[in-house]
């Protein structure tokens, strides 16, 4: 609401203009607010719908005048309704309103609620569309009524030039026999959808990282063994999409709501696949329908529904388009086409929480297949609403909603790691009449059905010479088969070192063994002392952590 102080002499000079009379009025011409104190809106959302503006104004004796003019100014946020494709400037969905008593503001639909409303109009885009202006005809207001209303609608803003947690202000102003200006927050961006990782579910264990896999090794289940009712093998890592406010997921447009995957950097070899339609309900960690309402089809909605999701295909990389509920194979999922490790896909949200109180949320299945043979390297997720564009003004046919891309969102869901084993063998030396054998073997060799491998190893060698020289370089061992050995005595590969070794083997399951005794080139040894080498974890090239910095070493 304005203050009085404000408007004290602009009320004064507009009161003489319009009372017939003569008599001024001695109060404020309008008072201006946003009934809401300012709608959330989506912080990526180029076509954000914004609060009314409600004014009411003294009417009075009304001179006879058509040619006011009210002009709403929404500075950086832009205005980006649909515009007239012949005039571009003529916007047909934002309008202005004008009642005989601020009662009115209470109806329904002032188009058929008659008795209420007296004239409306609708809003012509200025400033190089950072306003939108109407023409106000006052003859229409009866003079006996003291007062009259208006009620601005549908206006549309950019709320990404905003940005989360700050303010879109429209400044309101009159144009006339006099002018006034007055500020109403009309919305606050938020982000209005929240990712995080739920982790990889293995069977009924869920671990908080992604899907883990090795080059060397295909994943447990191919596409052919995948189904609705068994998945337990398959390696799925399960992303939650979330509201990040209630209504965040509501479309107030023709288009409807979109939620758009993005799969990035997926390694070569790797394949992607998603439920037609997830189980968002509550038993299974969502808000959603229950799962008698799931499925391919869209389910008939109530006012109680709750969030339901439906993969679509058809439309655009951008996630535009009318496009066709996504139809699964015999094996329930569907794949995600990737080019070169990206691809995206776009879910349909159909129902919403009743009253859309509350934040809806729904964890999202992503099934991975992969062969031997396939590329190392992370592979991520994120999620955002679609459509994307980059159109941030008003347009003809732009579509509505759009968004912009969602940046920070980007989940690590899958990691292909070396198919390698690193060994380290903490002491060994060749110094004081001291010797050290080692044996390295290769066990992908076993009883149950393991992949057989076979590979080098590279050793090296960390410490010093005898009478303080440098350490020997590495060297690489021939192959080492399944079921085989390598044997290393320090005498012979690095006489006179004293340190550790490491052994970097290109295959999995090698395990080590020293040994160490004295009486070296002196007789009979007197001791002896053996131990198994550390299994050294290694990911992506660098020695593995867990919380806290400690390194998990193991035999």
């Not at 503001?105 to 008659?114: E, L």
Request: hydrophobic share 40%; net charge negative.
């Amino acid at each position: 609401m304005m203050g009085s102080r404000k408007f004290f002499v602009l009320s004064m000079a507009l009161a003489l203009a319009l009372v017939g009379s003569g008599t001024a009025l001695g109060q404020q011409f309008c008072t201006v607010s946003a009934p809401n104190g300012g709608l959330q809106v989506r912080a990526s959302g180029l076509t954000e719908v914004v609060d009314e503006i409600h004014m009411i104004c003294l009417a009075g004796q009304v001179a006879i005048k058509s040619n006011y003019k009210v002009i709403v100014d929404m500075g950086a946020a832009k205005i980006t309704n649909r515009i007239d494709s012949s005039k571009e400037t003529d916007s047909g969905d934002v309008t202005l309103t004008m009642f005989n008593t601020p009662a009115a503001f209470d109806a329904a639909d002032p188009s058929t609620v008659t008795a209420n409303w007296v004239a409306a109009t609708t809003g012509k885009l200025i400033r190089s569309n950072s306003a939108v202006q109407f023409e106000l005809n006052t003859l229409a207001v009866a003079a006996t009524t003291g007062r009259f209303a208006l009620k601005i609608k549908g206006i549309r803003v950019n709320a990404a030039a905003v940005g989360a947690g700050n303010l879109v202000t429209a400044t309101v102003s009159a144009v006339g026999a006099s002018i006034f200006d007055d500020n109403a927050i009309v919305a606050r961006p938020v982000a209005g959808l929240v990712s995080k990782s739920i982790g990889y579910v293995s069977g009924s264990n869920t671990f908080n990282a992604p899907v883990q896999g090795l080059a060397c090794a295909a994943s447990k289940k191919n596409l052919k063994a995948l189904n609705d009712a068994d998945d337990e093998d398959v390696a799925i890592f399960d992303i939650e999409v979330k509201e990040g406010f209630a209504t965040a997921f509501q479309s107030n447009t023709n288009n409807g709501m979109r939620i758009r995957l993005s799969f990035n950097d997926i390694p070569a070899g790797v394949k992607v696949y998603l439920r037609p339609s997830p189980d968002c309900s509550a038993d299974n960690g969502g808000s959603g329908a229950t799962s008698a309402q799931l499925g391919a089809t869209p389910p008939t909605h109530t006012a109680a529904d709750k969030l339901t999701l439906t993969l679509m295909s058809g439309l655009g990389s951008d996630g535009a388009g009318d496009g066709t509920p996504a139809v699964a194979p015999t094996q329930g999922y569907v794949e995600v086409s990737l080019s070169g490790g990206s691809g995206a896909m776009v879910y349909q949200v159909h129902a919403l929480e009743n009253g859309g109180a509350g934040n809806d949320d729904c964890d999202i299945p992503i099934a991975f297949v992969w062969t031997s043979g396939v590329e190392l390297g992370s592979g991520t997720v994120s999620a955002g609403f679609a459509p994307l564009s980059s159109v941030a003004a008003a347009h003809v046919d732009a579509v509505i909603p759009r968004f912009m891309q969602q940046s920070g969102s980007a989940i690590e869901a899958i990691t292909i790691g070396e198919c390698s084993t690193t060994l380290l063998f903490p002491f060994v030396t060749n110094q004081a009449d001291y010797d050290t054998g080692i044996v390295i073997s290769n066990t992908s060799q076993d009883t149950f059905g393991t992949t057989e491998s076979a590979g080098s190893c590279e050793v090296s060698f960390h410490g010093s010479m005898l009478g303080g020289g440098a350490a020997p370089d590495s060297y690489t061992s021939d192959s080492i088969a399944a079921g085989e050995h390598l044997f290393v005595q320090l005498s012979s590969e690095a006489a006179g070192f004293q340190g550790y070794l490491m052994a970097r083997c290109d295959f999995r399951f090698a395990h080590g063994a020293a040994f160490l005794t004295n009486g070296f080139g002196a007789g009979v040894p007197t001791l002896g002392q053996g131990y198994l080498a550390l299994v050294v974890p290694v990911e992506h090239g660098n020695r593995s952590m867990v919380a806290g910095g400690h390194e998990r070493l193991g035999h």
